[in-house]
């Protein structure tokens, strides 16, 4: 009788703590748990209008510059001349979407006013990214030789930036002079041209610009250190480091990126090498498993110790990467992470330290890899939770950063506090992101391409 009673007890309490575990869920967790499947051809048609939306703040405010800035409705160059970042990076998202209207706008807009004979410096990496990355895509939609015509021009401008010591090249180059600046680089900068260069030898027959951007890479690779890291800074004349930090973040990230991708998309065995052994040093000291998850920490590279648990909003990429690369597994629980860091906000912060949630840098600045890597394991799963994330994030975007006029990155995620930004990439990456992942395949072949890091896609084959 007093043993039943104890188990009658012991039952009751069993089902009181699990009945309390089930209702303290918090209301993402209890989306993310149920059977539901979110309406993908409806969330395509919102992220379509959302994006029309945005364009027209641009149209509005900001017509043949840069950017626009949304709360002043405004508009910002990046230099003394436009070069048109906003039209170029919004222009391929407009084809897929089936914005013709906009389509048109745009590509009136950069026929009419592109150019880049100009006395100007720009920065060698992002107008290589954006604008060159944007005219080659936009070329390979199109079909239309004036893109190429652009491409080529503006390539054979950036290359001169290669023109140091070590083949690594410079942060600045003037457009119209070729006069370079800046020899603290760092990987990213160093190493985030051969998609483009690449696909501009592809277009152009001409194998230069591969060539001088492998170079470059294998070049900084060649420096790592004999654990197999690379640091966060580095002289180009001379080839020394000034940062040994060692990390997956901004500044380092799309070095590895565009080694795995540059492997696939021109079948190069020493990019895959290159990739593959730098996987390994990652795996082996960034990853840190101590803290409620996957993360990926800051180390020294030269001894491999955990400096700084840090992780952010641009470290996101990493599982797209992983998943691309054939770890699932990994790739899975690092964006469990990445959508843990995101929630716990409401919206991610720039950067988080991951052994007390807290934010580090607490801005969000409309970045896009959190949709990224839900969409790459959306393809490489088909498990709708990834779907379920990106609606989440989706109307989290919309919640807090869509304005009267466009979208604005936050100050900061604990507030919402508003920004008086909105970077091209929010076109070419973030809603484009949400567009492919919740189009689910149905218009667009994730298999048939290789996105640049701004999310510009290229053919896989060169036929
Ligand atoms: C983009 O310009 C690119 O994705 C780059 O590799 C990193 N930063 C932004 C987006 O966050």
Known sequence: MKKAGILFLSLLLIGVISLKAQTTRLPYEQIMDNDERPDTKALVTQVTSMYAFAWDAYKRCAWGYDDVRPISRTSHNWYSRSLLMTPIDALDGMILMGLTKQKEEAEKLIFDRLKFDVDMEVQNFEVSIRVLGGLLSAYELEKDHR????????GDRLIKSFDSP????????????GKTRGEISNPAEIGTYIIEYGILSRHTGDPKYFDIAKRAMMNLYSRRSPIGLIGSSINVETGEWTSTSSHISGGIDSFYEY??????????AELHEMW???????????????????????????????????YGSLDAFFAASLAMAGDIETARELQESNFKMWMTFGIEPEQLDYSTMKPIYPSYELRPENFES????????????YLKMGDLMFRNL????MDEVGFCALADVTTKEKKDEMESFFFAETLKYAFLLFDEGRTFN??????????????????
Not at 147 to 154: G, P, R, S, V, Y
Not at 166 to 177: C, E, Q, S
Request: charged fraction near 20%; aromatic fraction near 16%; include cysteine.
């Open 446 to 463: 994730f298999n048939e391409v290789i996105f640049n890091t701004e999310a510009h896609p290229y053919k896989r084959s060169a036929h």
């Open 276 to 310: 593959q052994s730098s996987l390994e040093g990652i795996n082996k000291f960034m990853k840190d498993t101590r803290f409620n998850g996957t993360w990926y920490g800051h180390v020294d590279m030269n001894d491999g110790q955990i400096k700084k648990t840090a």
């Open 147 to 154: 893109f190429l015509d652009m491409a080529k021009d503006l």
């Open 166 to 177: 070590t083949g690594m090249p410079y942060r600045y180059v003037n457009l119209a002079t």
């Open 398 to 401: 919309i919640q807090y950063c």
């Open 259 to 268: 080694a795995l991708k540059a492997s696939i998309l021109f079948n190069d």
């Open 374 to 385: 839900a969409y790459y394991l959306y393809q490489y799963t088909h498990d709708k939770r």
